[in-house]
Structure formats: C-alpha cells, structure tokens
C-alpha cells in the first residue's frame, strides 16, 4: 500500500530520543522542550512558542486566554476538522458557522462582514449575536491545507469589531502569507499541529505563538495548571496541557528538516497539478497570489457530474493507493447541527469532490507515478462508461 501521509524518521529522531532515556527527561520538564518552542517560534516568525499536549489543547487554552467563556460565540469556517469546533466546545462556547472562499478554501471575509454588520450589536461588554443574545467572543480562522487564510482582510474585521483572533494554523507551519511567516498574520495567538500525519511531527503535540508577551505568560500560565510558584498553589482553573520532553525531541528532529520537508511537499503538489489537472472537472487545490502555502496535503477536485469520488478512492485503494475523503462540515457534524450558520453554499458543494492523494514527504517518484497512472485510468474508464 502507498500510504497517505506517514512520518519521514530520517534525522536525529533516535539520538535525541536516547539522550531523554539517558539524561531521565522523559516528562514535561526538559531541555528539548525549550528547544523545540525556539525553533518553532522562529519558524513562525512570532516572538513566543508555548509546547502543548496537541492542537487541540493548544486551541482550547489559546481560546481561553482571549477570553472565551461558556455561552459565548466564537466564529468558525465549517469546513474544517472537528477539533477546531471541539476546542470551542470545551470552552462552553459554541462555533456560529460560515462559508469558506473557492479561493482559499478558508473563512470567506465578505461574507463574515456581513453578517457581523446585520446579525451583531455592541453592548457594554461586548459584540452581541442578536438572534442567540450570545457575545461573539473570538474569531477562529483555519489555514486549510497549510494555506493561510485571507489574514489582511480578517484581521482588519476584527480591529473592526474588536473580536480577538486565535487562528488555526495546524498545518501551515513553513507557509507564507504577503511574504510574511504564518505565525504573524494578525491572530493574537496562531496554534501548530505535530500529529503523526502533519508535515513534521513530534508523534504528537501542538504549540501556541504569539508575540504579546503578557498573553504568552498567560498561556504557559494556563497550560501549567496555573500553578503558583514552587507550592501547590494555583490562581485559575488551569490545564495539564504540556508536551513531554520525549515529544519534544522528536519534534526538535524534525524541526531541523522543515524546509526540506515543505520543498518536498510542494514538489508532489505540483507534479500532481502538472499531470492530472489538464482534463474537464479535476482542479487543482486553491494556490491564490497572496499566499505560498505549505501543502500539507495534496489532490484534487472531481467534478461531482464527473463521478462520484467514493468510486474513485474505492478503485485506488483495490490498486494499493491510500486515498481518503476530505473534512466533513461542522455543520453536517452531529455534536453541532444546531450550531448558529450562515450560508454554506461553497462548502456543501466542495466537501464530497476532493480527493487526498499519497503526500508523504518520502513519497518516491515511482510511488507518484503510479498513483498518478492508477488515477488517469480510472478516469479513462469512468469516461468510456458515459
């Protein structure tokens, strides 16, 4: 089988592994974890990195930090993993939905506009949903597919509203936005992925960055069971959220292959443009001007008057190839259907077409080869049957 996306263990992975077992850092205290929140700061471009257990605690303090609450809003693109809207649920808060952009596949800014101007009034204490009576509390844009989103606009929208910004950058660590780094596009706190499958991995993990230092205390803060000096004091309600020192050092490895590792990316995203896109109805993944994304993933569009791209995954998968669906809408989501929801015409037309293709960054040309021959003669088979 070639897979989806695995890990690619080709540098210091076991040496700095053995030196935890040797040195007895294996836990949440270690001289890897301050290494790894260095470079990732630097890779971002923000002055701060805060280590977390994953993207998914990161969200969830990242959130809190700003100030979400229970009952509250916090705006949210519906086509994306689930772990975005959990992260708001654990909060107490709720995600109100809305559509994403054929462009960039993320939070569409005219639309969001819109509706802060006609669905929201300012109190006292805050922007107010006028329909559910809840503050909207935060705005959580997603960098699809390690493609920043649209983040001049967005950010001009929540200095507009004063709406703070947590964004989901989970696997856009290496991406460009306007030639800047993806942890400085205008969030107050940007949030990474390191799960098995993003495009370096510390098995498991995330990190918080930012560049306001009272907030970046606040969160290391937070994400350390707001403990209080060296006692078993403790200010707030806070969370057990710290990534180990063995993650750490996986993490550190692969943090020194980034670059190689995003080149290589978007290498099989091109070759995969190049030779499969040139035929009516399969697309390519957005690539707009204003961003140079990091290919997480690559693929295609098919057309759904083309074929269904079950059948497609379904005649791969009998060929050895892993090819999966891509994120269900929250909206669709059963733990959010009553979800406050704005339009979601582009999503609901999107979501079904995509097909994940083999991505991994040791994904050989002979690999790429026949992943792209088993896919054109499906398609040749699919056309001779209309």
């Not at 990190?207 to 707030?236: E, N, Q």
């Amino acid at each position: 089988m070639i897979p989806l996306a695995i890990p690619q263990m080709s540098g210091n992975e076991e040496r700095y592994l053995r030196e935890c077992v040797e040195t007895n850092f294996v836990s949440s205290v270690g001289p890897f974890v301050d290494r790894f929140e260095e470079m990732v700061a630097k890779a971002s471009g923000a002055d701060f990195a805060i280590a977390t257990s994953s993207g998914t605690t990161g969200l969830h303090a990242a959130l809190t930090a700003v100030g979400v609450g229970p009952g509250d809003l916090v705006i949210l693109p519906s086509l994306t993993f689930i772990a975005s809207a959990n992260a708001i649920a654990h909060c107490g808060a709720e995600p109100w939905l809305f559509d994403i952009t054929p462009e960039s596949w993320s939070l569409d800014p005219q639309q969001l506009e819109q509706a802060l101007t006609d669905k929201t009034e300012r109190k006292e204490d805050g922007l107010y949903h006028k329909e559910t009576g809840k503050r909207v509390a935060a705005m959580l844009p997603v960098y699809t597919l390690g493609l920043p989103a649209d983040m001049d606009a967005l950010a001009a929208l929540g200095k507009k509203f004063d709406i703070p910004i947590v964004a989901d950058s989970a696997a856009a660590l290496g991406s460009e936005y306007n030639g800047r780094l993806s942890g400085v596009l205008g969030a107050d706190l940007t949030v990474y992925s390191f799960n098995g499958n993003k495009t370096v991995t510390s098995g498991g993990g995330g990190a918080i960055v930012g560049s306001d230092k009272k907030l970046c205390d606040y969160v290391r803060h937070l994400t350390t069971t707001a403990r209080v000096g060296a006692d078993y004091d403790h200010d707030v309600v806070g969370f057990n959220y710290r990534m180990t020192n063995i993650q750490a050092a996986v993490g550190c490895a692969q943090m020194e292959q980034l670059d190689a590792f995003v080149e290589a990316k978007r290498a099989i995203a091109e070759r995969y443009n190049d030779e499969l896109t040139g035929r009516d109805g399969i697309d390519a993944f957005p690539a707009p001007q204003w961003a140079k994304g990091a290919h997480w993933y690559s693929g295609v569009t098919i057309a759904s008057d083309i074929c269904d791209v079950a059948n497609v995954r379904k005649f791969l998968r009998g060929k050895e190839i892993d090819a999966r669906p891509f994120w269900k809408p929250v909206h669709l989501q059963a733990p959010f259907k009553v979800a406050p929801k704005e339009s979601t015409e582009v999503s609901d037309d999107l979501w079904e077409t995509i097909l994940i293709l083999p991505c991994s960054t040791s994904l050989s040309k002979q690999d790429q080869t026949s992943v792209i021959e088993a896919l054109r003669l499906c398609l040749d088979n699919l056309e001779s049957e209309l």
